[in-house]
């Protein structure tokens, strides 16, 4: 079996990213994927470009992505990792290197886990370099130790058994989906017909200010943490460590809107009861009044609203919306009894979308402690999918 020291042992191809800017096709039915777009360990398609079918190709000349290759990102943030999907319909986007596993010496679902893994991803701090931005070339990339890869039927076996949790993953993703669009249909169909309101009418922004708490902790989720419809729930850190931008008090219930480029949609429903939860001043935060929390949240997802912060943004490099303009968004003009009837229909159905979100925390927080396990065989595999069955 072919030693496997480094990361260039592992890939038979490794490949940059274009250096430029992929051309946006608004009509496109493919995707240009860049850092923002890498989430979590999976591609925020609402962050990516959509580009048209020969861009892809230009920006796929020198090496095609097929499923199961990986995209790391080696620049603004280092670290993040995505498979490409079935469709094969997404090209590497700036600041990106296309990892494709050697066949039949490393398996790709283990090498996505062996890449996401907390060791990997300190490896890969450690090696960043830049004086304002850290970074990673393509040769570094090559030569990033691999240490620890077992054999490849292992490798295998231990994808199988971590593969269980990125199947409940993938439903709890679908819930909050089916949820998306059932209650944006009942919200368009309540709100057919009706006038234009003001969000100030059924929401306050910005009402909370949060000082420093030197001693204590806090969540700081900012405008990265942020993509469309949710968000990555922020590690715990000490005051001190915290940015100048950590003053909007959240509390649950509360709807966040990015004031920086609002065409990308980046807003959430935050349904953490967590007193440690602070935004950063990048965001907008929308307090609702009584009885309107999934009633706000539906009112800001709609078209009108989006084309109104686009429209009052300003700047032109990072348009963004003053915080006093999120007050007089237009939304639908319903009555109490309209409103309360969505509420009562659409908050338990949110809230069995945060529990799902939830559990897909956990889930992911497992997955990532049983890989160093399995590796070193301090857990045997038989016994890890025992565990896993009692756990899903």
């Excluded at 368009?188 to 910005?206: F, M, P």
């Excluded at 005051?239 to 949609?265: C, H, Q």
């Excluded at 927080?365 to 045997?380: H, I, Q, T, V, Y």
Aim: with cysteine; charged share 25%.
């Amino acid at each position: 079996m072919r030693e496997i020291r480094n990361l260039g042992d592992a890939c038979s191809e490794i490949v940059d990213c274009a250096h430029k800017t992929a051309p946006i096709d608004e009509e496109g039915q493919f995707f240009a994927v860049g850092t923002p777009a890498m989430r979590d360990g999976d591609i925020d398609y609402a962050e990516a470009r959509r580009i048209s079918y020969e861009t892809f190709r230009d920006w796929t000349s020198r090496l095609r992505p097929r499923f199961g290759d990986l995209l790391l990102a080696r620049e603004a943030p280092v670290g993040p990792v995505a498979r490409i999907p079935e469709a094969e319909n997404v090209a590497p986007g700036q600041r990106t290197v296309l990892l494709r596993p050697r066949e039949m010496v490393v398996e790709s679902r283990f090498l996505y886990y062996y890449m996401i893994s907390p060791t990997m991803q300190s490896e890969l701090e450690v090696r960043a370099s830049g004086s304002t931005v850290a970074h990673l070339n393509v040769a570094d990339v090559r030569l990033l130790a691999t240490p620890g890869i077992p054999t490849y039927p292992t490798q295998k076996a231990i994808s199988e058994v971590l593969g269980a949790f990125d199947n409940k993953i993938t439903a709890n993703t679908q819930i909050r989906i089916l949820v998306d669009d059932l209650l944006q249909t009942r919200f368009r169909h309540l709100t057919r017909g009706s006038g234009t309101a003001e969000l100030r009418d059924i929401a306050d922004v910005n009402v909370r200010k949060t000082n420093p708490q030197p001693g204590s902790s806090l969540r700081y989720l900012d405008i990265s943490s942020v993509g469309q419809g949710g968000y990555a729930n922020p590690e715990k850190t000490p005051w001190e460590a915290a940015p100048g931008r950590a003053r909007r008090g959240l509390t649950s219930g509360d709807t966040v809107w990015s004031t920086v480029r609002p065409n990308r949609r980046s807003h959430a429903l935050v349904l953490d009861s967590d007193p440690l939860l602070v935004a950063s001043t990048g965001l907008a935060v929308l307090s609702p009044k009584l009885g309107r929390t999934a009633g706000t949240y539906e009112a800001t997802r709609r078209e009108e609203f989006v084309a109104y912060l686009e429209s009052v943004a300003e700047g032109s490099a990072y348009p963004a919306v003053r915080g006093d303009r999120f007050e007089t968004a237009p939304i639908p003009d319903l009555d109490a009894t309209e409103w309360e009837t969505f509420e009562q229909i659409a908050l338990p159905l949110r809230m069995r979308v945060h529990a799902a979100n939830v559990e897909t925390r956990a889930l992911k927080g497992m997955r990532d402690e049983l890989l160093p396990l399995l590796m070193s065989g301090k857990l045997r595999i038989r016994d890890a999918k025992q565990h896993i069955a009692e756990v899903i």
